[in-house]
């Protein structure tokens, strides 16, 4: 299998690429060619190291899920607790190696687009860190949803774009982000948040995330002296699912399986699954599967989980589907419901809504394993974000 993926085109077999405008041509092979340069550069990886262990907390545990485990009777149920990083997900790990790369390359000004807000938060982290000028693009309609999030943002220190093209959320950020960084090449670091967009960012943002994969090798071995049987993240663009599969490619017995949002149901066409029920398309840069229409045109998506709602996904996720080395599945708001409950219940565990697709596949998955088998689930984030949104849905009264 060819592990040395993307080509130089930035290809994943025909996903990937760069469908982009003359103009950020010359960015994105300027940060091409700085990336090559850093990533091999020792100085560049001390400091990302550094900043994962003392600004993140990194590593994050391995935590053996004792009454889950006892619940499926099953094979045993591991954590990998993305969740107790600064910032509570995931996402710190890109953005903290992302703003390294603008440091190096001397840019004064960041822009990120986000959706839920968790992004932006993220950015304007360690943009804030740095004394960099932080600029985020967000939806109106999320700005309105998300308004502790924007708040955040302000408090350290960035400015809130609000968009209000399109259908006011995260594909219309991107591209007001977009357009705003061939208007200030110069100066402007662009920090994407998943492995998605024009090549090379599906790369720096899955060899970024890549970190919890090869903590998961090390961990794996001495906790139960061998690597897991399965692996299961949830998907939206796929920078988790990306981080901790990427190591494992190569090693044909490891399972991985992405979990996508199936909303209210796949049959509905109301869901955020492209890997599942979309057909590959070209959107915001890249080849990829997404969820469109015969003619092209982009479909709304739905999905109770902010982070799971956008309608492409990362082109390394397309490929490794059509080669069949990942399994993509869905669940549906419900299942995701029940499973939120259940983790809480068992494990006085938070998850995040998006993190709780992942545990909602267990019903499906632990009737076929075996007593002396490991799984290994990425908790991508803590849930402390979803409160509201939970307590809407449920309709309860405080
Ligand atoms: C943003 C987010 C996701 C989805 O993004 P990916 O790029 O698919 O990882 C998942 N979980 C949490 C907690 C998030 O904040």
Redesign the pocket.
């Known amino acids: 299998m060819k592990d040395n993926l993307p080509d130089k085109d930035g290809f994943f077999g025909e996903y990937g690429g760069k469908f982009v405008p003359e103009t950020l041509m010359y960015a994105l092979n300027e940060l091409e060619q700085t990336y090559k340069t850093l990533k091999d550069n020792n100085d560049f990886n001390a400091e990302f190291h550094r900043d994962l262990a003392e600004f993140v907390g990194r590593p994050s545990p391995l935590y053996f899920a004792k009454r889950l485990t006892e619940h499926y009777n099953t094979a045993s149920i591991w954590l990998k607790r ?2 107790l990083n600064h910032t ?4 710190i790990n890109n953005t903290v190696g992302q703003i390294l790369l603008a440091k190096y390359m001397g840019k004064k000004r960041i822009i990120a687009e986000t ?2 807000g ?2 932006g938060v993220a950015t304007a982290t360690v943009a804030a860190r740095l004394g960099l000028d932080c600029h985020i693009y967000m939806g109106s309609e999320d700005v309105r949803r998300q308004s502790l999030n924007v708040y955040r943002m302000k408090l350290l220190g960035a400015e809130v774009h609000e968009v209000n093209s399109g259908s006011a959320t995260l594909k219309d950020a991107l591209n007001e982000a977009l357009r705003d960084w061939v208007t200030n090449i110069e100066d402007t670091y662009y920090i994407i ?4 967009g024009p090549h090379p960012y599906p790369m720096i ?1 899955r060899d970024f ?1 890549a970190v919890v994969g090869y903590e998961l090798i090390d961990q794996s071995q001495e906790s139960f002296g061998r690597m897991p049987d399965s692996i299961i ?11 901790i599969f990427y190591p494992f490619i190569k090693m044909d017995n490891v399972e991985l399986i992405g979990v996508e949002a199936a909303g209210k149901g796949i049959e509905t066409g109301e869901h955020a699954a492209p890997l599942n029920d979309g057909t590959p398309g070209v959107l915001h840069g890249a080849k990829s599967y997404l969820m469109q229409d015969e003619s092209g045109q982009v479909k709304g998506t739905a999905s109770i ?4 709602d ?1 309608p492409g ?2 082109p390394e996720h397309s490929w490794l589907k059509d080669i069949k080395r990942a399994k993509y599945v869905a669940v549906s708001d419900d299942e995701v419901m029940k499973a939120f409950h259940m983790v809480n219940k068992m494990e006085g565990i938070l ?5 709780a ?1 992942a545990f909602a596949h267990l019903d499906e998955l632990m009737p076929k394993m075996k007593k002396d088998q490991h799984i290994v689930i990425n908790v ?4 402390d ?1 979803d409160l509201n949104s939970v307590v809407e849905i449920e309709d309860i009264k405080l």
């Open positions: 993305e969740d509570g997900a995931h996402k959706g839920a968790q992004h948040g998943s492995v998605t943002v995330n993240a949830c998907v939206g663009g796929g920078s988790n699912a990306m981080g989980s902010a982070g799971l956008y996904v990362g998850p995040a809504l998006e993190t697709h991508s984030g803590r849930g974000k």
